[in-house]
């Protein structure tokens, strides 16, 4: 272990208290963040498709912020911390560790800050599980524990989300010469996919305060997880449809997301079932995804043809894939399938170059986020759909697979529609 981190590591070691309670009443997430500015910059949301299952964070009780994407560096930390709780409540798998590891190992001005590997401990921890609410407190006062309780009733008013002032392109030309410039290198056959974005920014006639993100994807009928992540004056938000792993003991569940058609149009989940460039596209995800997992798996069950997966704005083409993990855990596996033809490419490193060459670095745009517990289990998405906010402005960012027939215009449209569930969440009138 490099001499930074073995310094780091002593700090997770001081002994801390966890104080768990399980809440009847019906607690609402956006009005926790609306209640507890104090803690603004340092909150999370994580929430799952079907809106059966959530956890937010308050605070920071520690924060896992290193340059560097290291699984093993998390798990160690992860692991001391836990040591060094004593549980008073119901049990420490409640506690989740949530964060996640940007895209590549290189700086995206957008995501400053951030680190490569960013995890956090939260001082207050709220799980929506089965039904019920489970609230973990970590080295809290009694009394500041009790003040919290007392405002859980509380309703105060609702923010709102401030006016669009303008919303504008970045790097439309440049997206369209990277699409023809992965043509080319297609027909030579240096590639056989790449996954190309571009980003769009939105100008506020204020901040955001992120309360109101939460409650209008709290109430929308968006069928995505809802990621939110502050560090400092930054904040990474994702409406993301794609699973990159679920760990459950010795269970793992993936899938394949690639292929899009807009659902504009009256046949569109016929028309991509059928569609040859959609299911070449696909096809690849699924072939390198079962390559990723076979040295992990001691058995993978993949369909033999895609499904169909509906959103709001549009179709994808979808292939859920299970299995049984030996050797491995879920940190691991999410550094061996990240990132998938989905978001990469294929030949992954010949697809990695060129993205680095023709973008630059991600961020957290494409990359694996979620969180473990304390037997391990956990689960990641890729995130996409995506948007940073910093201050009064929003970058939003978004892809699509280039295969040697794409065709740069169409490209960019369908990149144009996977603007739409964060314009949507910022209000932008379409
Ligand atoms: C890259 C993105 O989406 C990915 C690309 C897809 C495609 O090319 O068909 C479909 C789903 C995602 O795996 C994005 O939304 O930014």
Not at 49 to 74: F, Q
Not at 206 to 219: E, K, P, V, W, Y
């Amino acid at each position: 272990m490099k001499e930074a981190e073995s310094e780091m590591m002593e700090d997770y070691t001081s002994r801390r208290t966890i104080y768990q309670i399980q809440w009847d009443k019906e607690i609402l997430p956006y009005q926790l963040f609306n209640l507890y500015q104090e803690y603004a910059g340092s909150r999370y949301f994580f929430m799952t498709k079907e809106k059966d299952e959530w956890l937010l964070g308050l605070g920071v009780e520690k924060l896992i912020n290193v340059n560097h994407r290291s699984p093993s560096y998390v798990t160690q930390v992860f692991n001391k911390m836990l040591e060094s709780c004593t549980v008073t409540g119901i049990s420490p798998n409640l506690i989740r560790l949530f964060g996640g590891f940007q895209f590549d190992e290189g700086n995206n001005a957008d995501f400053e800050g951030f680190g490569h590997s960013h995890f956090i401990w939260p001082k207050i921890q709220v799980l929506f599980k089965d039904k019920c609410y489970y609230l973990s407190f970590t080295n809290m006062e009694t009394s500041a524990v009790e003040d919290f309780l007392s405002k859980l009733d509380r309703t105060i008013a609702t923010a709102q989300l401030p006016q669009v002032v303008e919303h504008h392109n970045v790097n439309e030309e440049l997206f369209l010469a990277n699409v023809r410039r992965a043509v080319g290198d297609m027909s030579n056959g240096l590639l056989s996919k790449v996954v190309l974005s571009r980003r769009k920014k939105v100008l506020l006639a204020s901040a955001i305060d992120n309360s109101t993100l939460i409650r209008r994807g709290f109430h929308d009928h968006e069928h995505s997880y809802f990621v939110l992540l502050e560090h400092g004056a930054r904040t990474y938000v994702s409406r993301t449809p794609e699973q990159l792993v679920k760990v459950t003991g010795n269970h793992l569940a993936t899938n394949a997301i690639a292929g899009t058609m807009s659902a504009k149009f009256a046949d569109a989940k016929e028309r991509l079932l059928r569609d040859h460039k959609n299911l070449k596209e696909h096809q690849i995800v699924v072939g390198s995804i079962e390559d990723d997992l076979k040295p992990y798996t001691s058995e993978l069950t993949v369909p033999a043809a895609p499904d169909i997966l509906s959103n709001r704005y549009f179709y994808h083409l979808y292939t859920p894939i299970s299995g049984t993990i030996k050797n491995s855990d879920i940190l691991t596996l999410t550094q061996a399938m990240h990132p998938t033809p989905a978001l990469g490419g294929f030949p992954k490193a010949e697809a990695a170059e060129f993205i680095q060459q023709v973008e630059g670095n991600r961020g957290f745009y494409g990359a694996p986020i979620g969180y473990i517990d304390a037997q391990m289990d956990g689960e990641f998405v890729v995130a996409i759909r995506s948007m940073v906010l910093a201050g009064n402005e929003a970058v939003l960012y978004a892809g699509c697979g280039i295969v040697q027939d794409s065709r740069p215009e169409e490209e960019l449209y369908e990149t144009e529609i996977k603007f739409k569930p964060m314009l949507q969440l910022l209000g932008v009138s379409q």
